[in-house]
């Protein structure tokens, strides 16, 4: 099965549990993502790639002209469709596609928004040209996603644990990739914001309806890493941890 039919499988399998995942729901980082979009000269038109359940979107919603969800799996779609009616968010559309070949013309958006949604992207550096190409000159581009420790050790683990979970899995870039990769789509990046996200181990393993034998693998993982790794990860006795995450601007 190739990489997009997996994500796609993988999430319309748990769209609805994305929708109420409080790890996806809430979050300053939210409230922040409404603050950039406010602060857009006039009132944006927003383009939220890899939209999941709708949260980013939503939370732009207020202060947009408009936001088109955009994400592989049409059961996300229709659960975002469904969550903005209930919320009255007229001006949320969706639209599928894969995000390294956008069905849009060029310059068509003032802003576009991702979370949590670009480790899953088979070829980020494709992606990012094509929002460079679909938003408007000067638009703005921001990225919420986990993030990769820059110590190799710390990242080969995370990323094991990742695959192990979810095997839509790509990767968890690092700070430096993404600035790398945002460099040389274009775009003058800026690292604005780190946060660590707590993942409460039962919760984080049910929400993508892991396979037992992978989360007997994800715990020995966790129980036999270096001492030094999880001390980084802060992992419990009950084998839940901790995960960078990180908030990108850019602008085109």
Wanted: proline share 5%.
């Amino acid at each position: 099965m190739q990489q997009p039919a997996v994500v796609a499988q993988q999430f319309g399998n748990t769209a609805s549990a994305y929708l109420t995942s409080t790890v996806h729901s809430q979050g300053a980082d939210l409230a922040q993502l409404r603050e950039i979009a406010a602060a857009v000269p006039k009132r944006p038109v927003v383009l939220d790639l890899g939209c999941g359940a709708g949260h980013a979107s939503f939370a732009v919603a207020p202060v947009a002209a408009s936001v088109t969800a955009f994400d592989l799996s049409p059961e996300m779609l229709s659960v975002v469709a469904g969550a903005a009616q209930e919320r009255g968010l007229q001006n949320v559309s969706t639209q599928q596609g894969n995000v390294s070949s956008l069905p849009f013309i060029d310059s068509s958006f003032c802003m576009v928004i991702t979370r949590f949604s670009a480790h899953h992207w088979q070829d980020v550096p494709a992606a990012l040209r094509e929002v460079k190409r679909v938003l408007k000159p000067r638009g703005m581009l921001v990225i919420i996603d986990i993030t990769a420790p820059e110590a190799p050790l710390h990242d080969t683990t995370l990323q094991a644990v990742e695959l192990l979970r979810d095997g839509s899995h790509v990767r968890d870039y690092r700070p430096s990739e993404w600035l790398h990769m945002l460099g040389d789509a274009g775009f003058k990046a800026e690292r604005v914001e780190d946060w660590k996200l707590e993942m409460k181990f039962d919760d984080w393993t049910a929400r993508m309806r892991t396979p037992a034998e992978r989360v007997t693998a994800i715990r020995s993982l966790l129980r036999t890493a270096p001492e030094e790794t999880r001390d980084y990860f802060a992992v419990q006795a009950d084998d839940s941890f901790t995960i960078d995450s990180t908030l990108f601007r850019a602008q085109g």
